[in-house]
């Protein structure tokens, strides 16, 4: 069983900043690809960054040069560092993985549960 636990959300002001986190824990032999991706009411799912398990990094161009992607092999976690924010990013922020759980299984994707980003004065 694999489990994505994401943290960091709340409210902040436009400008503001905040950093959220993505642990994945369970049974895992190696994770490939990890990425973030928001949802507002009424709207489908929308990628924000993504990062490969050699730190290749793509962004949305919504959020280029204001969030930051990176990820801690060591702990199996992924972040992202939102800078300069506006009321448009306000959504929920899911954490999304490609992990192997033994060497001869496929990639499978998890999600994590989603945490509320707000940003409004």
């Known amino acids: 069983q694999v489990q994505l636990v994401e943290s960091g959300g709340g409210l902040v002001q436009p400008g503001g900043s905040l950093r959220l986190s993505c642990a994945a824990s369970g049974i895992i032999f190696s994770i490939d690809t990890m990425a973030w991706h928001r949802q507002v009411p009424a709207k489908q799912r929308e990628l924000v960054a993504t990062?490969?398990?050699?730190?290749?990094?793509n962004y949305a161009d919504s959020v280029k040069g204001r969030f930051t992607i990176s990820r801690d092999n060591a702990k199996n976690t992924v972040y992202l560092q939102m800078n300069s924010l506006k009321p448009e990013d306000t959504a929920v922020y899911y954490c999304n993985a490609r992990i192997r759980t033994s060497r001869s299984d496929y990639l499978n994707a998890y999600w994590g549960q989603g945490t509320q980003v707000t940003v409004s004065s």
């Open positions: 990062v490969t398990g050699y730190s290749l990094t």
